[in-house]
């Protein structure tokens, strides 16, 4: 069974970066690809950033110029590196692992963009 384990949420001051890890239970090249994406209540979960096995990203429009996704087969592990965050960041923010449009989550990290 995939696992994935989100740290580095929490509370962050508006303007300020934040970087987000998923630790995943095994070789994320076995993966078609990862992501982030962020849901906040009562909306549907929405991408954030996705990385493929190949070495494509793609960011959200909301996000481009402030996020970057990356990873390191070596430690098993995507980031997801935020700067200039605004309130409208607030979320929670969900690891995503893909293997033949079969969908694997971790728990979530809540992020709170707050003065």
């Known amino acids: 069974q995939v696992q994935l384990v989100e740290y580095g949420g929490g509370l962050v001051q508006p303007g300020g970066p934040l970087r987000l890890s998923c630790a995943a239970s095994?070789?994320?090249?076995?993966?078609?690809?990862m992501a982030w994406y962020g849901q906040s209540p009562g909306k549907q979960r929405e991408l954030v950033a996705s990385i493929n096995v190949g070495g494509k990203i793609n960011y959200a429009d909301s996000v481009k110029g402030r996020v970057t996704i990356s990873r390191d087969g070596t430690k098993n592990t995507v980031w997801l590196q935020m700067s200039s965050l605004s309130p409208e960041d607030t979320t929670v923010y969900y690891c995503?692992?893909?293997?033949?449009?079969?969908?694997?989550w971790g728990q979530g990290t809540q992020v709170t963009v707050s003065s």
């Open positions: 095994e070789n994320i090249f076995n993966f078609d690809s």
């Open positions: 995503n692992a893909q293997i033949l449009h079969v969908n694997y």
